[in-house]
């Protein structure tokens, strides 16, 4: 894809995929907008899809399928136990990773579930190099705590810096010096590092992680969700690299863990999950939980036509053709939002196009939700629903005091190969213009709050009466333009 040169010199990320199947969308009115932002309580996830034109919410479990997988559905071996679908998946995973032995679960969340009620116990500490909202959830339902060991440059939100995801090194061992190896149940990697804006880590840092972990008898485990976009980058971005096939890349970074766990709702462009390793004695004690919460070991939760999805998927992730489409498109929209002047991270990384909604709302203050509020915003001027990852992503603590996020990012996810370049210009054109009305822009206050992963079902309000008004300018701006 990124080797098509254009005569007139256009930098255009080019597909290698045709589109056989479509869905309609529909663009409601600005009207429709504000009145289905304010019914969903300006949470982004309460939203109907029918009022919504591009769904940027997630990549998770809405990437397109290819012909070969939709053609694998049909031919499922449906049995609860033994069934040559999911021998077709195990044998996927050795070939790919090179691990014996392979655990299904229904979602990412559920490995996570199983891994941290195998090895967290109260006290326990979990280093990693950022955390993600589910895997620090579950760790701390257990009684352990995370700590985040990414390199200082990870927090930076514009650089030039390749590897934003890598862990510092020095950092990993002062927290095994501080609690001592034994009190660590596990080092987790996340590939993509997702809450940082999709940024990866390279081959190289995971060796030396791998490393200190020898050092310490450490147990490494990968959280390869997010897999596909950091194998691009290394293989782009990596000098040492470069000469390596996905497949052989891939290989390496398996053989530097001692578990890999991953969402098929992401990896594999399909829906499930599963946990692989090469230990017997590892796979031993995580096994029994399987069947208690998720099924019988030959399907964990999962359709075997998805199962049969994800074995071509994870195979076709092996093609760079298909996996670079979703930087190469993130990468399109975060420069013609910088054109603009729009605060975004950078450099662009995977899963989709941050902004920078500290930047971009500048005047409204963390306890108001400033990355929330963009969402709700962009929502109301474009119909594009984005997913807020900022102080409304983060839990209150035991007191009731709420911690203020790192960075307040407005994440606008690509799912892979599923929007046009006209439909991202079309976001990058209202986003444009909503920077330039920005003053208008104001906070929210919960009315409605879980305890527990509030973002997902938490209700807001807005603090003044800023979404009207930024209707009427719209239509100022627009005419009758939907
Ligand atoms: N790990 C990472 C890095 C993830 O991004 C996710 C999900 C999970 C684990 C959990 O997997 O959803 O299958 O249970 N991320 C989704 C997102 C929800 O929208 O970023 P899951």
Same mark, same amino acid.
Do not use: W
């Given at each position: 894809m990124s080797d098509v040169k254009f005569y007139?010199?256009?930098?255009?990320?080019?597909?290698?995929?045709?589109?056989?199947?479509?869905q309609k969308l529909n663009l409601v009115p600005i009207e429709r907008r504000l009145a289905a932002i304010t019914e969903a309580g300006n949470n982004t996830f309460l939203l109907k899809n029918r009022d919504v034109f591009l769904d940027m919410l997630t990549d998770s479990g809405v990437n397109a399928m290819s012909d070969k997988q939709l053609a694998a559905m049909m031919e499922a071996d449906d049995s609860y136990a033994g069934s040559e679908t999911f021998t077709k998946l195990e044998s996927k995973i050795e070939e790919?990773?090179?691990?014996?032995?392979?655990?299904?679960?229904?979602?990412? %969340?559920?490995?996570?579930?199983?891994?941290?009620?195998?090895?967290v116990k109260p006290g326990s500490v979990v280093p990693m190099n950022y955390h993600f909202t589910t895997s620090k959830s579950h760790i701390v339902l257990n009684g352990g705590f995370v700590e985040e060991v990414l390199i200082d440059e990870g927090l930076n939100i514009n650089s030039e810096y390749p590897f934003k995801g890598n862990i510092d090194i020095e950092k990993l061992k002062a927290v095994i010096k501080k609690y001592g190896a034994d009190k660590i149940a596990f080092i987790r990697l996340e590939a993509g590092t997702n809450l940082i804006g999709g940024q990866p880590f390279s081959l190289e840092n995971m060796r030396e992680v791998r490393k200190v972990c020898d050092d310490f008898q450490l147990t490494v485990v990968l959280d390869a969700s997010l897999l596909a976009d950091n194998l691009y980058f290394i293989k782009t971005r990596e000098e040492s690299c470069q000469n390596m096939s996905i497949r052989e890349i891939t290989r390496a970074m398996s053989d530097l863990a001692d578990i890999i766990y991953f969402?098929?709702?992401?990896?594999?462009?399909? %829906?499930?999950?599963?946990?692989?390793?090469?230990?017997?004695?590892?796979?031993?004690?995580? %096994?029994?939980l399987v069947p208690l919460y998720e099924g019988f070991l030959t399907y964990g939760g999962m359709s075997v036509r998805e199962m049969e999805a994800i074995t071509v998927g994870l195979d076709e992730t092996m093609d760079e053709d298909m996996i670079n489409q979703g930087p190469q498109f993130i990468a399109y929209m975060t420069q013609e939002l910088q054109k603009r002047g729009v605060p975004v991270v950078t450099p662009p990384g995977g899963l989709g196009c941050h902004l920078n909604a500290m930047a971009f709302v500048e005047h409204i203050p963390q306890n108001r939700y400033p990355a929330g509020a963009l969402a709700s915003a962009v929502f109301v001027a474009s119909g594009v629903?984005?997913?807020?990852?900022?102080?409304?992503?983060?839990? %209150?603590?035991?007191?009731?005091?709420e911690p203020l996020s790192n960075m307040e990012l407005l994440r606008l996810a690509m799912p892979r190969r599923v929007f046009t370049l006209s439909q991202v210009k079309y976001a990058v054109d209202r986003i444009g213009w909503l920077y330039e009305n920005r003053q208008l822009i104001d906070g929210l206050t919960f009315v409605e709050e879980p305890k527990i992963l509030r973002f997902f079902f938490g209700k807001l309000a807005q603090v003044t009466d800023w979404q009207t008004k930024l209707a009427a300018k719209f239509r100022a701006d627009f005419g009758e333009s939907l």
């Open positions: 007139y010199g256009d930098n255009v990320p080019l597909e290698m995929h045709k589109v056989r199947i479509i790919i990773f090179s691990k014996k032995f392979f655990l299904p679960a229904h979602q990412g %969340r559920a490995c996570e579930n199983i891994l941290a009620q195998s090895f969402s098929a709702r992401k990896l594999g462009c399909a %829906r499930g999950g599963g946990i692989c390793t090469d230990n017997e004695q590892l796979y031993l004690k995580i %096994r029994e629903r984005g997913m807020e990852r900022g102080t409304m992503s983060e839990q %209150r603590d035991e007191h009731g005091n």
